[in-house]
C-alpha cells in the first residue's frame, strides 16, 4: 500500500508565502510524476504544478511566476512553493502520484488527505 501525506498549509495574508510538502511511502518501485492540485469551493479539481523523475515541470497559467515545485527522489517527496499569494489561491491542495509498486505492474494513481491553504486578510 502507497500513502501520500502532506503538510504546510495554513492561513496567509495576501502577498504571503507557504511551502507544501507530500511524502510518498510504501510499497514504492518507482514514481515517475508528482503533482499538486486544488480544489476551491464549487469548483472542479485543477492542475496547479507537475514534476518529473527527471525535473521537468508544468504550471498552470494562474500560478506561473509565483509557485515553484521542486522534487527529492530519494525521499519521494514534493515541494510546492507558494509566494505572492492571492486569495483566489485558496483552495484544499492535494499531491498526486501515480505510483509503480512492481517492476513490470502499471503505475496506480493515489492521492494525498489534501491540506486547506487560506489566503485572506
Known amino acids: 500500500q502507497v500513502q501520500l501525506v502532506e503538510s504546510g498549509g495554513g492561513l496567509v495574508q495576501p502577498g504571503g508565502s507557504l511551502r507544501l510538502s507530500c511524502a510518498a511511502s510504501?510499497?514504492?518501485?518507482?514514481?515517475?510524476?508528482m503533482g499538486w492540485y486544488r480544489q476551491a469551493p464549487g469548483k472542479q479539481r485543477e492542475l496547479v504544478a507537475a514534476?518529473?523523475?527527471?525535473?521537468?515541470?508544468n504550471y498552470a497559467d494562474s500560478v506561473k511566476g509565483r509557485f515553484t515545485i521542486s522534487r527529492d527522489n530519494a525521499k519521494n517527496t514534493v515541494y510546492l512553493q507558494m509566494n505572492s499569494l492571492k486569495p483566489e489561491d485558496t483552495a484544499v491542495y492535494y499531491c498526486?502520484?501515480?505510483?509503480?509498486?512492481?517492476?513490470?505492474?502499471?503505475?496506480?494513481?493515489?492521492w494525498g488527505q489534501g491540506t486547506q491553504v487560506t489566503v485572506s486578510s
Open positions: 498526486n502520484a501515480p505510483v509503480r509498486t512492481t517492476m513490470t505492474g502499471p503505475p496506480q494513481n493515489y
Open positions: 510504501g510499497s514504492i518501485f518507482s514514481i515517475y510524476t
Open positions: 514534476i518529473t523523475s527527471s525535473g521537468n515541470t
